[in-house]
């Protein structure tokens, strides 16, 4: 019997789109760039730490002898909008169900029908894995890099989730695709923050999608490039070219059904935790908790600058969460800075917490400075 034969055609039937082989060979080309990125401090708090884990699989699983890695788009169609005002913007990663859920059932499934032909050990990831996935994606075949860093499949794009199931079974790597991208560098302009600094270089720090799930303070000249953003972001993606003919998905688990692809901002900013659970518990963006989508909400409605939002600013200074009274600050002062500073100075008297108030104060001169052109 032919495996690899195998585990391609079980791979399609368990709903599998793309799938690729590769060698356990450590990936030493990366050593320097992620040392690099330590040292220029780009490395993420979501990232595992340890580079020797994220460049050889051995260290991960010592048995490894060939990795499989899988793709499933998620570029699902869909253009209903909800009803409700005061809309924040999900990226598509988080729509319909969570993809760790949906993409590991799948690899189970694969990997079920593989023990029945051939005994073999395992360790599958999707996303949390500590190795370099994309990079895996790449030697197998999957798909190449774009220049903002995202794997494109020919087929199905760019907005694929890569899993990878580290094997000690032996089997023919596939050889890797190198870009395509030529002199195409629409997802470069595309992006609002200026994340992607060229072609293949990417600072993460910058990136929207990375400032929506950081628990660390935005600095203020890029929540305004955040525009409605409240989990995720698709700018360079949608850009890119091989996006727009690429096949849809047809797997129904990512269609957005509860939420359209969109935030209640009004209800985000109300919500219990049990209600935050119900509502959002199965989406992938929930896992940051409910107090950092509702900074985000709160940046949106910053950006959205309507005074008509002001009533809902001024309960938020009022929420238990130092994080929420802080950037209904920056909100509010946003929003209309002749009534936040008003508005802001009430607060800072009632407010117990010393950094949140120190905060308020440095707002207070950052807006004035802004608004009054003061060096």
Not at 54 to 73: A, D, M, T, W, Y
Not at 77 to 86: A, I, M, S, W
Not at 258 to 265: A, E, R
Request: hydrophobic letters at 35%; charged letters at 30%.
């Amino acid at each position: 019997m032919d495996l690899k034969q195998f585990i391609v055609e079980v791979a399609k039937k368990v709903g599998i789109d793309v799938i690729g082989f590769t060698n356990c060979h450590r990936l030493d080309n990366l050593e320097d760039y992620l040392l690099e990125r330590i040292e220029n401090n780009r490395i993420t708090e979501f990232e595992e730490s340890d580079i020797k884990k994220r460049i050889n699989p051995k260290e991960v699983f010592p048995n490894c002898r060939s990795i499989i890695v899988l793709g499933i788009s998620y570029n699902v169609d869909f253009n209903e909008y909800p009803n409700y005002k005061l809309k924040g913007r999900i990226s598509k990663s988080s729509w319909g169900e969570d993809y760790h859920r949906v993409v590991k059932d799948k690899m189970d499934k694969l990997v079920h029908e593989i023990g029945k032909v051939v005994d073999f050990k395992y360790l599958s990831f999707v996303d949390t894995g500590p190795l370099v996935d994309r990079e895996l994606a790449m030697k197998a075949g999957v798909g190449w890099y774009g220049k903002n860093c995202s794997i494109i499949n020919d087929k199905y794009g760019s907005f694929i989730f890569i899993g990878y199931i580290l094997t000690d079974l032996e089997i023919e790597s596939d050889k890797p695709v190198q870009s395509k991208c030529r002199n195409c560098e629409r997802c470069l302009r595309a992006c609002p923050t200026g994340a992607l600094e060229a072609a293949y270089k990417f600072n993460p720090k910058k990136c929207i999608s990375y400032l929506t799930q950081t628990k660390e303070r935005i600095p203020y000249e890029l929540r305004d490039k955040m525009g409605i953003s409240i989990y995720g972001c698709d700018v360079c993606q949608l850009a890119c070219p091989k996006n727009r003919e690429a096949v849809k998905s047809k797997s129904k688990e990512f269609i957005p059904k509860d939420t359209k692809g969109f935030v209640d901002i009004e209800e985000m900013l109300e919500i219990s935790n049990i209600e935050f659970k119900e509502r959002y518990g199965s989406m992938a963006g929930s896992w940051r908790g409910k107090n950092v989508l509702k900074r985000n909400c709160l940046i949106a409605l910053g950006n959205m600058k309507n005074e008509e939002n002001i009533p809902t600013l001024k309960k938020a200074l009022l929420d238990s969460s130092p994080i929420v009274r802080e950037y209904a600050a920056w909100a509010i002062l946003k929003t209309n800075y002749d009534i936040g500073v008003k508005v802001v100075l009430e607060a800072i008297k009632v407010e117990k917490n010393i950094d949140i108030k120190e905060e308020m104060q440095r707002l207070l001169k950052y807006f004035h400075k802004k608004i009054f052109n003061v060096s």
